[in-house]
């Protein structure tokens, strides 16, 4: 990386933040990051080794079932046994959902699922809040029959990095501590904050 004569500024103006940083520090900022994924070590979902460390959580991802317009509220996935289910492509939901073998419906989209479902195509979707509470307030659509109290799954929206030192990932957590504490995370995150 060449040195720059102004130090670079980085600005997101919807969440009103900016940092500036030398441009050594965003270099070492860039290899850091590029060995982190935004994952969770929860089983549940992924497999890392021990080599492999977690920050604390920025946000909050619950996976529902979602019935139909007017219909039914499933919170098991035995409930769905026999039913087509949509899903979105590429989503893990779980070894739960996996190992229920469900008939199911794979679309790209969310709005897909929604419609198919309204059309009577598939009797649930399944699918992780905030992305069908935003989906749905895009379409300008009510809100699914699910239960907000009986997700089938929480996971955690964390940084999972390999090769970091630990003072990067104690800096980072001691930084989103400190976004928490000022309620700026939520102002951040908007209409995607999900309650732990």
């Not at 769905?80 to 190992?99: D, E, P, S, T």
């Not at 479902?117 to 509470?133: F, H, K, N, Q, S």
């Not at 104690?170 to 501590?177: A, G, M, R, S, Y």
Request: proline share 5%.
């Amino acid at each position: 990386m060449t040195s720059c004569k102004t130090d670079p500024v980085i600005t997101h103006t919807g969440w009103n933040i900016s940092l500036k940083l030398s441009s050594h520090e965003l270099q070492a900022i860039v290899i850091k990051l590029m060995n982190c994924i935004g994952a969770n070590k929860n089983p549940d979902f992924y497999k890392f080794g021990d080599e492999y460390t977690e920050s604390e959580p920025m946000n909050t991802a619950k996976v529902y079932l979602f019935g139909p317009p007017g219909g039914s509220v499933y919170t098991e996935l035995s409930q769905l046994k026999g039913k087509k289910i949509g899903v979105r492509r590429g989503m893990n939901y779980g070894k739960g959902f996996a190992a229920a073998q469900l008939k199911i419906s794979m679309v790209n989209d969310l709005a897909q699922n929604i419609k198919k479902l309204e059309m009577g195509r598939i009797e649930a979707v399944i699918a992780y809040i905030p992305d069908m509470y935003l989906t749905l307030s895009d379409l300008n659509k009510p809100m699914l029959p699910h239960d907000a109290a009986k997700p089938l799954a929480i996971h955690k929206d964390a940084l999972v990095c390999k090769g970091v030192a630990s003072s990067f990932m104690d800096t980072f957590n001691k930084n989103l501590k400190a976004l928490e504490a000022s309620g700026d995370i939520r102002k951040i995150l908007g209409d995607s904050y999900v309650a732990p």
